[in-house]
């Protein structure tokens, strides 16, 4: 159980996962004691933002859009570079080219900077190491180093929770029903083509149809 009045930061892209955290952090530590936190680091489809506000806005909480670019100066990968086409096969390293190389990283150093300004403990991440494509910084060796590394290095007693990390993507999508989180699904966005109706057919698309297929819910991005 949370102690009474621990606040939490919840990293939100304004995708499926992220929005499942948002709403386990609400159960968890009460909406009143939950905020958001956004990253505009120069993605090509600038809609993840729009989506992360609305569904901030949605569920009652607030949001803020911190911007860091120097991924999108570093290039090299198809999230940041518009002339870069989402592949789905696996480069020579084994991942695919829509991985940004320490973009989590990044993301959770800058996130906790901002909740120690703002006396904030908590830390949820949407990462899962059961992800299709196997990223590195999603693993759980990889938090837990970096949750060591955070507290050592601002001194801080920051914990990073990272939920979904063991789920599956069916299993996620059960958690945010249980949670009440689905009807907030139909303002996320996944899609790494950034269609709105999603394209259905890019790795991520596939991933999330499996998971709803799976959990034989509907979906109800697609269903707006």
Not at 26 to 48: A, M, N, P, W
Not at 82 to 95: F, M, P, R, S, Y
Not at 150 to 165: D, F, K, Q
Request: with cysteine.
């Amino acid at each position: 159980m949370a102690r009474e009045h621990e606040k939490a930061l919840i990293v939100l892209s304004g995708g499926q996962d992220s929005t499942t955290c948002l709403y386990w952090a609400i159960d968890r530590f009460g909406k009143d004691s939950v905020s958001t936190l956004t990253f505009d680091y120069g993605q090509r489809h600038r809609v993840e933002l729009e989506c992360a506000a609305r569904v901030a806005e949605l569920a009652g909480v607030g949001n803020v859009c911190l911007p860091i670019n120097t991924f999108e100066a570093l290039g090299g990968d198809a999230l940041t570079d518009g002339n870069i086409e989402v592949k789905d096969e696996v480069a020579e390293n084994g991942l695919p080219n829509t991985f940004v190389p320490g973009r989590n990283l990044i993301f959770l150093t800058f996130a906790a900077a901002f909740a120690y300004r703002h006396g904030i403990d908590n830390l949820v991440t949407g990462v899962a190491q059961t992800d299709y494509s196997g990223y590195p910084d999603c693993r759980e060796e990889t938090i837990t180093a970096l949750q060591q590394a955070l507290r050592v290095g601002m001194e801080s007693r920051i914990v990073l929770h990272a939920p979904l990390m063991h789920l599956s993507k069916k299993e996620t999508v059960e958690l945010a029903r249980d949670l009440g989180g689905l009807a907030a699904m139909a303002y996320t966005h996944t899609c790494y083509n950034g269609e709105r109706p999603p394209c259905r057919h890019c790795p991520a698309c596939r991933l999330r149809a499996t998971g709803f297929e799976e959990a034989g819910i509907e979906d109800p991005l697609l269903s707006l």
